[in-house]
């Protein structure tokens, strides 16, 4: 802004934000373009965010413009298949509420992560950045926890450390085993039962590597006993189970799609067989469309497979159409919690209740704006 444009592109300025934070980043593109008398041009894939800041919107596909007009006029009355498509891409709620006596697959009790703060010369402990303060929880056979909050509230972290991924204090206990402590190789009975989705598509696949070695490398490590052809098989099936054609598995992940992609690393995690998966915000940087199509093919997967998901997401109407039972996490701390259709129709905390606010409603960010 340092040259007082007369237009400013803003290019999916708010994808990797929480719901908070983009309420705001919307509310000051608003405020300056205001008062500058700016055009703005404003990309993304979020269509909540388009008809509530634009006048104009344009709907590309392949390239092209496939629809455009006003913004009232495109979502009441769409014309092309396409933009009928985006619109119609919503997320159905379905959650999978876990069976009566279900067992506990994964839970903890005061869990900690605290990072030190170093300082002089000597770098003494002069304090702590509190990730993950007192968190309890517990996640039965077949559900899915859904784990919601603000950047930095801890959601991420949270995840991690219950997969062991980084240091924590507080017992985890796996299937009835208490792992924390455990050292790298009495982990490895543990991990191919223990899986993650991370939420970049792009960089979370080794550039060199097919993607038939990306989805088997975990089976080479952890089930060795199994001949060449029984792996392909696997991979094979773990394709076909995520909506890929096998055909495709000699292939590396530049050749594919963000949501081809994250396809991928979904097969990677479930080609092992697991019994509980984190999904780390694995459906931010996808349009709505795959969006829908995603939430389609991890509530499909979790019945087929009796999978039980830990969804992490700053996004709350994927996460209300997936979970069952709801976290709302602040500054480390469990806010709130409890049955997720209970939450999102009668929360508690003011914190919850803005949350969910800037959820659901974002601010108009006023007029003057072009999204695409």
């Not at 509530?299 to 709350?316: A, E, G, N, V």
């Amino acid at each position: 802004m340092i040259c007082g444009p007369q237009l400013l592109i803003a290019d999916e300025p708010t994808t990797a934000l929480d719901v908070t934070v983009q309420a705001q980043i919307l509310a000051l593109l608003a405020e300056i373009r205001a008062r500058l008398g700016m055009s703005l041009l404003f990309i993304t894939h979020d269509l909540g965010i388009v008809r509530r800041i634009a006048d104009t919107v344009c709907v590309m596909n392949n390239g092209k413009i496939v629809e455009q007009g006003p913004v009232e006029q495109v979502f009441t009355a769409p014309k092309h298949a396409y933009t009928k498509a985006l619109l119609a891409a919503e997320p159905k709620p379905d959650p999978a509420p876990p069976q009566p006596g279900a067992e506990v697959v994964m839970s903890a009790d005061n869990l900690k992560v605290w990072f030190p703060i170093k300082r002089g010369l000597l770098r003494s402990t002069v304090g702590h950045i509190k990730a993950v303060d007192g968190v309890s929880l517990a996640v039965r056979k077949g559900e899915t926890l859904g784990v919601v909050g603000e950047s930095g509230s801890g959601k991420t972290t949270l995840g991690l450390a219950l997969l062991r991924l980084i240091s924590s204090d507080g017992p985890i206990v796996f299937l009835g085993n208490d792992i924390q402590g455990l050292r790298f190789k009495q982990m490895r009975p543990f991990r191919r039962d223990m899986q993650i989705v991370f939420q970049d598509p792009f960089g979370s696949l080794s550039p060199r590597m097919s993607v038939a070695d990306i989805i088997a490398e975990g089976l080479e490590v952890h089930q060795k006993q199994l001949s060449r052809e029984e792996r392909e098989a696997r991979v094979i099936k773990a394709m076909k189970d995520v909506g890929l054609d096998p055909d495709w598995r000699f292939r590396y992940p530049h050749e594919f799609s963000g949501g081809q992609r994250q396809r991928i690393s979904i097969a990677r995690a479930v080609v092992l067989e697991p019994n509980f998966v984190v999904l780390d915000e694995p459906t931010s940087a996808l349009d709505m469309l795959l969006q829908a199509q995603m939430v389609d093919l991890l509530r499909d997967l979790q019945r087929k497979r009796d999978l039980t998901y830990m969804f992490i997401s700053h996004d709350l109407r994927v996460v209300a159409s997936l979970a069952s039972h709801l976290i709302v996490m602040k500054s480390g701390k469990v806010e709130e919690e409890g049955p997720a259709s209970e939450l999102f129709r009668n929360p508690k905390s003011d914190y919850t209740r803005a949350l969910f606010a800037a959820a659901f409603r974002i601010e108009a960010a006023g007029d003057g704006a072009v999204a695409t």
